[in-house]
């Protein structure tokens, strides 16, 4: 047995998020990283990270947080919000994740910018599962990937997301098994 797969990815909405959208992203985490899920909140308020200078939410803060209360039989966090994000070198953030660490976390607020008329519901979810994606990729030390079709490439726009493909490119699927093995040799 893979020594890892007793350790689960937890899905923690840090505000009311609907369970349809949360089965999805716990569908596709599996998918793309082979750990069963499950949906938690470790928290609520997320008054601690609030910026009143800038109106949003520190979301290195929230990251912190996410790391210290989350259950040793969790091997990583995706941490949901619906507030603004933001990190002090940029106006605003889709997601923030630690590098090899265990918390990500991303950010609804501005994925909502510029849906298609058709399928805003698909649309919507679709940019949410690229970023959670990618978010939990940099948690498996993933970092930024130049091909712009890959979920590692970094967004500066929700058009930039909506290029994107639903996978990791070659190189990064690479990186990612790797990191597969890194982790189970360290467990
Ligand atoms: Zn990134
Ligand atoms: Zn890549």
Redesign the pocket.
Known sequence: MNPTSRYKILVSPLEKVEKPLLSCIQKEITAFFGFQTRVMPLFQDLDFSYNPARDQYNSTTILQGLSEKLPPEFIKVLGITKVDLFIPVLTHVYGEAQLQGNASIISLYRLKQDLCSETPREHFRNRIVKESLHELGHCFNLKH?R?KS????YCRSTYDVDQKDYG??R??EIFLQDEFKRLAASI
Do not use: A, R
Not at 150 to 153: Q, S
């Open positions: 990937c091909e890959c979920i590692m490439h990791f490119c190189y990064c």
